[in-house]
């Protein structure tokens, strides 16, 4: 939190967790307006500040005051974006790392569940989940569809049991378009705080995807665990997360072993799975 004055003292949410719900849904609008080039850097930061501080601007009448006032708060944030020198310009990078569900629950639809509380990790979330998550994630970054968007809520608001039966089950007339969005950046974060994970390393950051924006050859690995012998199918699709991604790195580090027994160099090794020298002879060693 940063304290502010104004006419009175205010605590201001400077991090992705002091958010409220409420917050963080309009944050979320701020920020997928400014990423389809709808505002412009500097209404981005306005409305920024705007929506943390709980002002509605279509109710104020914006004066230049007001709005230097909230351009000013707005430098004193710390997320959720930093900038980068890119030659004559600079990038804006968005830092969406969030370790819970912001948006429990939207009038009758419960979303999943995610905590993490004193280093212990609670989640609902399930493999086949948590793969349909991403590949409806991916198309809706890449093409910004409502369609897209639409699926990505239903999946991460299904109720329980999670299955495609239940999925058709979600309300989205009850979500408006903010919550829709906040469903999209609160798993986007989720993904990042994961993939942050160490052990994950190997999983989540591969030679070609050193940003890590997505995992390796995730929409086939419930297949490939079980044709390697984890568990029949419908038994790995029901898997809960940490599970899942457990058994993932088992596989890649007995790939690993496998291929080292079979006299390849660590770059040989590296070029077959996608991962890096470093990555190869980190495990090879244990």
Known sequence: MITLKLKKTRQVPNRWHELSEEQFVRLAGVIADFEAGITNFEQFKVMTAAAILDLKIDRLKMSDTLFENLFRISEQL?????????????????????????????????????????????????????????????????????QALDMLVKVLYCPLPYSKENI????????????????????????????????????????EDKQGKSPIGMEGSLYSLSKAGYGVFSEICKLDLFTYLDLLLSQTIESIHTLKGCGLKPTEIAEKLNLTVGQISSVAEL
């Open 78 to 146: 710390d997320f959720p974006y930093r900038l980068h020198e890119k030659e004559d310009r600079k990038e804006v990078e968005f830092r969406i790392c969030i370790n819970r569900q912001m948006q429990p629950k939207v009038k009758q639809n419960k979303g999943y569940v995610f905590t993490v509380d004193s280093g212990m990790i609670e989640t609902s979330i399930v493999s086949e989940q948590y793969v349909d998550a991403i590949s409806v994630m991916k198309l809706y970054s890449s093409d910004h569809s409502e």
């Open 168 to 207: 058709q089950k979600v309300k989205l007339h009850q979500f408006s378009r903010n919550q829709k969005l906040a469903a999209y950046y609160n798993f986007r974060g989720l993904l990042e705080w994961i993939r942050k994970i160490d052990k994950y390393d190997i999983i989540f950051n591969s030679a």
